[in-house]
Each structure stands twice: as C-alpha cells, then as structure tokens.
C-alpha cells in the first residue's frame, strides 16, 4: 500500500508518517513537502510540490492508495485555492481513501471529497500539546512567569501522536467514510493545570498570571499580533466550544489503546523549556 502524506514536515504529517511505519512496517510512504531538503524519515519518499499550485502536484498522486491532506496551504495557513482540483487529481490517479486534517468548520476540500467516490474520513483535534511550547518556551526559559487571560478555561488537549496514530489507522485499515473523528486527550485540564505540569517536566514551579481581558489584548498587541488574530483567541480561549473540553473516546476506539496525556508530552518535551 502507497500512502501520500501532505503537511509532511509539519506536526501533525511527521506524526502521521511515523505511526503508519510503526502500525505497518511494509507501506510504502510518499511525502509532499515544498522543501526538497527537508529531513524525513529513512525509506520515506520525498515528492517536492505545493498544494497550491495543482502542477507541481500531480505527479505525487500516481501509484497512491490513500492520501492524508491538510486543508490549508503555505506558512500562512492560507486557503487551498483549488480544492476540487486536487481532489480531481486525486480520484483520477486511483486513491480510494483520504483523510482531512481540519478545524470545525466544513471547508470546500473537505466538500469536494464528499462529493467524490473517495472513501473520506475527517479529523478535528482539539488543542495541540505541543502549542504549548509554541506559546511559551522563550517565557518559561527566560525565568518570566507566564501571563495569560481565562486561566480556569477547560482544554480536552492532544498529544499530536495520537492525532497521527488516528489517521494512520484509518488510512491503513478505513471503516470510517463519511465520519468526523474528534480527537482529544485523556483529561480535561485548566491553564493552571498545564503549568503545574510544566513545572514538574522542568523540575521547578512556574509561576502563573491570570490577566484581564484588556491586559491580554495589551500584550498581544505589543507582541505584534494583527487585531483578527486577537479576536479569535479572545473568542476561542475565552469560549472554547464544548468538544474542546470534552474528552472523546477517538483514540481508545480506533487506536485501541488509551491516549497520552499531558505529562508525557511535557516529560519528552522538557528541554525545550530549559
């Protein structure tokens, strides 16, 4: 079995490609990435390209079986400019399964594989553990104590491991066209349960600042960040939607076994606080 995964050399599509070779050591994996140096696992093959430019693309489709897509295109998490293209480039070399890497919302990809005779499955993971040292290694390695507003906001937060564990499975094995798979962790844990827990990885406490909306915003600014952006953290920490505070039994169902929480994140991920 070929599998095509895009995204490779992101969090989730590193993942991705790792668990299939540890669920099925003889698929054969096909990489898109638009770097051509980019590191990649031994006998994964690389194929260069950009989903959004259909030509630089086509040939990575041929000889797949199933392909893992992400639904968005460039460093900027821009919009893929045709999707009913690519699915269309899809179906025509043969691939009979796929999965999405997305958010909540239906997008258009996501649309034109249901509309397709691709077996299509849907991934919605809540918070990534490892948004975490995105947010906040340079705090916590600079000593700072680490300011942040809705400090009791509940996150059913996933180690990006399962999320490719999940995907790997689907692609391999299918049994789920059609379905939205959300993908959680094994608890529910406040912001200052993520920084105790931090703490203990790093082998000191960190100290926690609960800020006020307005002083949020104030720092946020002053870090540079554009005003939509600000908006959509206000919106999406201070109103998390309910499956992203509810644990969902993906992993355990599909995976069969149970997903890995927090504390196994930070506990591998400790050197990027130090």
């Not at 590193?14 to 096909?30: F, G, K, S, W």
């Not at 049994?175 to 082998?203: C, F, H, N």
């Amino acid at each position: 079995m070929r599998i095509l995964v895009t995204g490779a050399t992101g969090t989730v599509g590193r993942n991705v490609v790792e668990q299939v070779t540890a669920l099925d050591p003889t698929a054969r994996i096909r990489a898109l990435t638009r770097n051509a140096e980019a590191a990649l696992p031994e006998g994964v093959e690389t194929a260069v390209g950009d989903l959004a430019s259909l030509d630089t693309v086509a040939d990575a489709f041929k000889d797949v079986d199933a392909v893992h897509f992400i639904n968005f295109a460039g460093e900027g998490y821009g919009a893929l400019p045709d999707p009913a293209g690519l699915v269309a480039l899809a179906e025509q070399a043969g691939v009979r399964r796929a999965t999405v890497l997305g958010g909540v919302a239906t997008g258009p990809l996501e649309q034109a594989l249901e509309a397709s005779a691709i077996e299509a499955t849907f991934l919605r993971p809540v918070e990534f553990m490892s948004n975490a040292a995105m947010w906040w290694s340079g705090v916590i390695k600079a000593g700072e104590a680490i300011r942040e507003p809705f400090g009791d906001r509940l996150s059913a937060m996933v180690h990006p491991a399962d999320i490719g564990a999940v995907a790997a499975k689907v692609l391999l094995d299918g049994g789920y066209d059609g379905e939205s798979l959300v993908i959680t962790g094994p608890e529910v844990l406040t912001m200052q349960d993520k920084v105790r827990v931090l703490g203990d990885a790093v082998g000191r406490e960190i100290e926690f600042v609960e800020l006020t909306v307005e002083e949020a915003h104030e720092k946020w600014r002053g870090e540079g960040m554009p005003e939509h952006v600000i908006a959509f953290l206000t919106e999406a920490l201070g109103n998390t939607p309910e499956e992203g505070r509810t644990v969902a039994d993906t992993v355990e169902r599909i995976v069969g076994r149970r997903p890995l929480p927090f504390t196994a994140w930070a506990t591998a991920n400790a050197d990027a606080f130090r």
